[in-house]
């Protein structure tokens, strides 16, 4: 078994075999096959015996791991050692983060120690769902009324709406995306704000036009998409806003064939909640790991 690196850029043949690989098993790594599509990460594979991918993963320029090791809980002592080997030869001096699946998570982070010593400041584990069709409630959630009709409405934000979500994506970082130890970064949240516009990725809810609540996909892969940063204003809450624009993201994905999946914090009863009325079901662990 070996480590072998492909760098951004590598030949179609390549690409095809990892590609195919990631797509068996997208529901948990929408976001390491769309960034390695996007060519913005340096990727790696973990060959076998016959040089077949075994796993995925990636480092990008800013320091975050994401991963893709399936049998990470069978062969976790054997990918232990080679991951240790490897990472002690690889510059991991600005690594951020480590981003996947629980277990490919873990085994990531002991071979980290065990190269480098380095120990993550914080760690934060999530439950997947996936969208499941027809399991979701049969209303539209809401449980207010417009002064007019048409009051209530969801759509996809153009960047003319930019400066009047600045506020809304700065309230949903500080409460549900920064740890203690992180400050906010108006210029970096703006930039995210600015990207997932332009890609047609941002969605608002709105009240006679006021934006109430927002919701993004912030991955697509080849059949699925992750949905994410969910955030209702909180004068606007317990009102169905989110479980209305979720329903409607949800609806126009599948529409066109594509799977929904996101992942959401066990404790955060009320979001898991919600998921779950708009047909979302656990299919596993979820792990965050910031240095």
């Known amino acids: 078994m070996l480590v072998l690196s492909l760098g951004k850029l590598f030949d179609a043949k390549k690409f095809s075999a990892v590609e195919s690989f990631l797509v068996r098993h997208e529901k948990s790594c929408v976001s390491l096959l769309d960034r390695i599509c996007r060519h913005e990460v340096s990727v790696y594979c973990i060959l076998g015996e016959r040089h077949e991918i075994r796993g995925v993963f990636s480092y990008s320029q800013g320091g975050q791991i994401l991963h893709c090791i399936p049998d990470a809980l069978e062969r976790y002592d054997e990918y232990l050692v080679i991951f240790r080997i490897y990472f002690s030869n690889l510059n991991l001096e600005n690594l951020f983060s480590v981003i996947g699946e629980e277990t490919g998570t873990?085994?990531?982070l002991s071979a980290v120690y065990l190269a480098t010593k380095k120990i993550p400041e914080s760690n934060q584990t999530f439950n997947l769902m996936e969208y499941v069709p027809h399991r979701e409630s049969s209303t539209n959630g809401l449980k207010?009324?417009?002064?007019r009709e048409g009051g209530i409405y969801a759509a996809n934000c153009s960047m003319k709406l930019l400066d009047a979500l600045v506020p809304i994506q700065e309230a949903y970082e500080r409460e549900e995306v920064l740890t203690i130890e992180q400050e906010f970064n108006p210029l970096m949240s703006k930039y995210v704000l600015k990207k997932?516009?332009?890609e047609k990725n941002l969605y608002a809810a709105f009240l006679e036009d006021k934006i109430v609540a927002k919701a993004a996909v912030n991955a697509s892969g080849k059949n699925c998409v992750q949905l994410g940063g969910v955030f209702t204003l909180p004068n606007y809450r317990k009102l169905g806003f989110a479980e209305f624009l979720i329903k409607k993201i949800v609806a126009e994905k599948n529409a066109v064939g594509k799977?929904?999946?996101?992942f959401v914090k066990p404790k955060n009863v009320a979001a898991v909640t919600l998921y779950k009325r708009c047909g979302f079901s656990n299919f596993g662990k979820f792990k965050i790991s910031y240095y």
């Not at 207010?144 to 002064?147: G, I, K, L, W």
């Open 196 to 198: 997932s516009i332009s």
């Open 144 to 147: 207010v009324r417009p002064a």
């Open 106 to 108: 873990n085994l990531i």
């Open 259 to 262: 799977g929904i999946v996101l």
